[in-house]
């Protein structure tokens, strides 16, 4: 009896009414009333997916995220991309040959060129050999120079060797006014 009293004297403090409603009801106030609801969340209701600011839910993201997130990053590794912004990108396959210069923090290409482009493989005879090489690097200057770039940096992939088709596009870029810096681990 005592208990009784106590529960009515809370709930009519909390609602404004001397009531008592047993713990599995909910609220009939409505959605948006700013009270909380007594019945649970369901597991995979619409309710679970409007709080996320993304829409994907169950997507990964791009970014590495770190074993240990307390972990020192060096002044050099912060400030590389912003000290040298212009990357060289050299891919090259058996049938052609691709180069690109990307602005490291804006992610933006700003010059392109390919053997696979029309107005090129009409001029080459193979679009993968050493002559289109050198011309491939040739063209990325010119594209490079009206883009006022004149510096990049290069880092071959793991698989790529410094050599050949790779270092036939990256020569004929510095001999083209290109100034590029090549990191060999």
Do not use: W
């Not at 009519?12 to 959605?31: C, K, Q």
């Not at 490291?104 to 002559?131: E, F, H, M, W, Y």
């Amino acid at each position: 009896m005592m208990l009784r009293l106590a529960c009515r004297k809370l709930c009519s403090r909390m609602n404004g009414v001397g009531e008592l409603r047993p713990l599995s009801s909910s609220h009939t106030s409505g959605f948006h009333s700013g009270q909380h609801c007594l019945a649970p969340r369901s597991f995979f209701g619409v309710e679970d997916f409007l709080d996320d600011d993304n829409s994907r839910p169950y997507t990964y993201q791009k970014e590495k995220k770190s074993k240990n997130p307390n972990k020192h990053t060096s002044f050099k590794q912060r400030t590389i991309a912003y000290m040298e912004p212009f990357t060289l990108d050299v891919f090259i396959s058996k049938r052609f040959v691709s180069a690109s210069i990307t602005h490291r923090v804006t992610c933006k290409q700003v010059a392109v060129a390919g053997t696979n482009s029309n107005d090129i493989k009409a001029v080459l005879k193979s679009r993968s050999d050493i002559p289109a090489c050198l011309a491939i690097g040739q063209i990325l200057a010119d594209r490079a120079r009206e883009a006022d770039v004149y510096t990049a940096s290069y880092t071959p992939r793991e698989r790529d060797k410094f050599e050949g088709k790779i270092r036939a596009v990256v020569q004929s870029l510095i001999d083209n006014g290109i100034d590029v810096k090549v990191y060999l681990d």
